[in-house]
């Protein structure tokens, strides 16, 4: 089955929901990058995350992007989406490891460690908007329900799973995102906190089987809820030869002279699909000209 997501609205618009299944998504990041697991969990936790403030920008063409820099082994994450919720991102040390939790989970807080996380939003205006914040955790989750909380006063529940089989593929990842709209009734709160106590981890739903439309079932039935939206989601790289092209060009004639006389040819490996562009010789020199 291809990834999706759900968007709903509950209690009379009052509270906005989304939950999805990113199963393959995060299975392709994890294939692309060769992730530890735990270093795919927290890939995998973003990537969700991202999409999902994707979606809510609200424009097909708004791009935001979420990095978590950290101490820990895997340096940290970043994680990049569009207005439809197609994602991509890497890992800073994908190899990175940190011993399990004495509970067997994977220790994704001690992976990443103490240090920030940025939400950059680029809504097609002159300057993207960016907002830094210290990690609460470094579950990820809780530090992007964190950041919308207090950068952008918005109350947000998000939950996210990623489960990694023997061979190191995903088994099973997914999320869930409620928030708050402007002038919720403070009953609401309380009514949602009480659902929340006791709510089972999403990895402890993924494990049930249960999909996006049962979990918002199970926590907004209560409120009475619409599904607005269904659509698929994935991993996308939208990289391409020309924008690689002139990402080269940019470095300027004396570097750009300076790989033709001691390379004889430039590599440059995208960092979200590892693809592999190739400029040679000839050209290069035709670049050197063309921007003298
Ligand atoms: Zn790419």
Redesign the pocket.
């Known amino acids: 089955m291809r990834d999706y997501y759900i968007r709903a609205t509950a209690a009379n618009g009052q509270i906005r929901a989304f939950a999805a299944n990113t199963t393959q998504m995060v299975d392709k990041a994890a294939k692309i990058h060769s992730t530890s697991p735990v270093a795919s969990a927290a890939l995998g936790r973003t990537l969700t995350a991202a999409s999902f403030m994707g979606l809510m920008t609200g424009n097909n063409d708004d791009l935001i992007t979420i990095s978590i820099k950290g101490d820990g082994p895997i340096g940290g994450v970043l994680a990049t989406s569009d207005g439809l919720g197609r994602v991509k991102g890497y890992v800073h040390n994908p190899q990175g490891n940190t011993p399990n939790k004495p509970n067997g989970k994977l220790d994704v807080s001690a992976a990443i460690g103490f240090g920030h996380i940025t939400v950059t939003k680029d809504l097609g205006l002159k300057e993207p908007y960016a907002g830094t914040l210290e990690l609460i955790s470094g579950e990820i989750a809780e530090d992007i329900a964190g950041y919308c909380f207090q950068s952008e006063q918005t109350p947000t529940v998000l939950s996210l799973g990623v489960t990694i089989d023997k061979d190191y593929s995903i088994k099973q990842s997914g999320g869930f995102l409620i928030q708050l709209m402007p002038g919720y009734d403070d009953a609401i709160v309380d009514q949602l906190e009480a659902i929340m106590t006791g709510f089972p981890s999403l990895t402890q739903l993924l494990d049930l089987g249960e999909t996006p439309e049962t979990i918002l079932d199970l926590l907004l039935a209560e409120f009475g809820y619409n599904i607005t939206e269904k659509n698929e989601i994935s991993y996308y ?1 939208d ?1 391409a030869r020309h924008r690689v092209k002139s990402a080269v060009m940019s470095i300027g004639t004396k570097d750009l002279s300076k790989i033709i006389e001691e390379d004889g040819q430039a590599e440059v490996t ?1 960092h ?2 590892a ?1 592999q562009y190739i400029f040679e010789k000839d050209e290069l020199e035709e670049m050197l000209n063309s921007s003298r």
Do not use: G
């Open positions: 790289c990289c995208c979200f699909c693809k």
